[in-house]
């Protein structure tokens, strides 16, 4: 007796119509078709394309919604739960979600995906025969994507993270451009699957990209600035924080280096926005 190939799409015919639904017939196998499986009516003998998958009871069960991925066939799946100590369930387009183990998830729960994460996944079956989502791998990343063009430099760009370490982050483009983004790119970690948005900062040779989630430095010395006259205005105009005030207690008001203090600083007293004297910072009140 042939076994029914969970996880692909299948032709079978109609072999009766029953209360729940449609028993179908593949070969020598029987399957259930429910009721709310399929939007038609179906005649007995008529044949239709099903998706087969287990059910909450380990059933093998057929539906006439088939998902664009299978069996050896990749897309992209949106997570809709995440469970620690188990993994993360992603949507394919049937009933039921499918379970990405924690065998295939970053080390760290910190980078796993969340919620509407996107992961490029096929499928495949764990031990017991059950159905499993597997991310795929930079072999197939490499195998679909294309280069980069040299104008692409310096611009901005936006992809989902597919591998996520303390060495860095790769991600692919909508346009299929493979980026890698070094970890002194970037503040934090990545997730798995999460939708980043950065600038192109080299086009390589092989026609992928090295990305920075990084501001621009002028950016960054505008932000820092905001920063410090925020906490001034949150302090009646003082901040007990000069140009040489000890590197550490800087990053704990503001986790900035002393550098990016200065710089944001220095900016600020060029504008004659801020005035140092007896240790503190002040700011200048305009009349």
Excluded at 14 to 33: A, C, F, P, Q, S
Excluded at 86 to 96: D, E, M, T
Aim: hydrophobic share 40%; net charge negative; charged share 30%.
């Amino acid at each position: 007796m042939l076994h029914l190939p969970i996880g692909t799409i299948q032709s079978a015919s109609v072999l009766r119509k029953i209360e729940t639904g449609y028993v179908l017939i593949k070969e020598t196998n029987e399957v259930l078709l429910h009721n709310n499986e399929t939007e038609n009516e179906l005649e007995n003998g008529q044949e239709v394309d099903v998706f087969l998958y287990q059910d909450k009871d380990n059933q093998v069960v057929a539906t006439t919604k088939l998902p664009t991925i299978q069996m050896g066939v990749y897309d992209w799946a949106k997570v809709v739960e995440v469970i620690p100590d188990l993994g993360a369930f992603v949507h394919i387009g049937i009933a039921k979600d499918i379970l990405i183990s924690v065998d295939d998830l970053p080390l760290f729960e910190t980078a796993w995906p969340q919620i509407d994460d996107m992961i490029y996944v096929t499928l495949g079956k764990d031990q017991e025969e059950r159905l499993l989502a597997l991310p795929a791998t930079e072999g197939i990343f490499e195998e679909i994507r294309i280069d980069a063009p040299e104008t692409l430099f310096n611009k901005p760009i936006d992809g989902h993270v597919y591998r996520t370490n303390k060495e860095g982050a790769a991600f692919i483009s909508a346009e299929g451009y493979r980026g890698f983004i070094h970890h002194t790119e970037r503040e934090v970690e990545p997730r798995l699957g999460e939708l980043i948005k950065g600038r192109v900062i080299a086009v390589k040779e092989d026609g992928t990209i090295n990305v920075s989630l990084k501001p621009l430095k002028q950016d960054r010395i505008a932000d820092d600035a905001d920063a410090i006259l925020t906490a001034l205005n949150k302090n009646d105009g003082i901040l007990p924080l000069t140009i040489k005030s000890d590197p550490e207690d800087i990053r704990k008001t503001f986790n900035f280096s002393k550098s990016a203090f200065k710089r944001a600083l220095g900016r600020l007293l060029k504008e004659r926005q801020i005035e140092q004297r007896d240790g503190n910072t002040y700011l200048i009140t305009k009349e």
